[in-house]
């Protein structure tokens, strides 16, 4: 079966850090780029970051760039988002997604990990 | 950056109904080279995570009922459900792929409920 798990997540202060995992299963994982998703509490999907098959490339949006650092661990078939300097804005349900490849779309997410920040 | 805008924001259908939510890009996705739109469309249902319905704004994902269609070109995309279930119920999301960077866009999204 294919799936993501995500873990990590926490309730953390503001200015914190954090670092998220997301194991991969079913699937070839080195074949494939992978995403970070989130969704604030009652929002919509937002991209956060994108790591190609290799680890060799990696995209931010502009509201995570700077902060949030992607990577991941082909022989441990697991995808990392690190976190540093969280906010408040920050809050949000993270979700690791699978790449298509083909179509740019993602067709495989995991159940998502809830980071809060507050103090 | 590229605003994907999505309407209507809630609908209501009644069941066997139709129901179509629209989504427009602020710029085109359709690329020349392979003649693709890079547009999806996925549906999330309450404590769920999305789920890819369609890809290259027209195809369908492996296993999503045919009742689930895309539409559109370039900057103007359809997703029609022809004919409403009750499970159909949940909000809609498109999402754009922009190739310089690498850049993905979701829609505000549309709920959809039974009327």
């Known amino acids: 079966e294919v799936q993501l798990v995500e873990s990590g997540g926490v309730v953390v202060q503001p200015g914190g850090s954090l670092r998220l995992s997301c194991a991969a299963s079913g699937f070839t994982f080195d074949d494939y780029a992978m995403h970070w998703v989130r969704q604030a509490p009652g929002k919509g999907l937002e991209w956060v970051s994108l790591i190609s098959w290799d680890g060799g490339s990696t995209y931010y949006a502009d509201s995570v760039k700077g902060r949030f650092t992607i990577s991941r661990d082909n022989s441990k078939n697991s995808l990392y988002l690190q976190m540093n300097s969280l906010r408040a804005e920050d809050t949000a349900l993270y979700y690791c997604?699978?790449?298509?490849?083909?179509?740019?779309?993602?067709?495989?997410w995991g159940k998502g990990t809830t980071v809060t920040v507050s103090s | 950056d590229i605003v994907m805008t999505q309407s209507p924001d809630s609908l209501a259908v009644s069941l066997g109904e139709r129901a179509t939510i629209n989504c427009k890009s602020s710029q085109s996705v359709l690329y020349s080279s392979n003649n693709k739109n890079y547009l999806a469309w996925y549906q999330q249902k309450p404590g769920q995570p999305p789920k890819l319905l369609i890809y290259?704004?027209?195809t369908r994902e492996s296993g999503v009922p045919d009742r689930f269609s895309g539409s559109g070109s370039g900057t103007d995309f359809t997703l029609t459900i022809s004919s409403l279930q009750a499970e159909d119920v949940a909000v809609y999301y498109c999402?754009?792929?922009?190739?310089?960077?690498?850049?993905?866009?979701f829609g505000q999204g549309t709920k959809l409920e039974i009327k």
């Open positions: 290259w704004a027209s």
């Open positions: 999402q754009q792929y922009y190739s310089t960077p690498p850049w993905y866009t």
């Open positions: 997604a699978k790449d298509t490849s083909s179509s740019y779309s993602m067709d495989v």
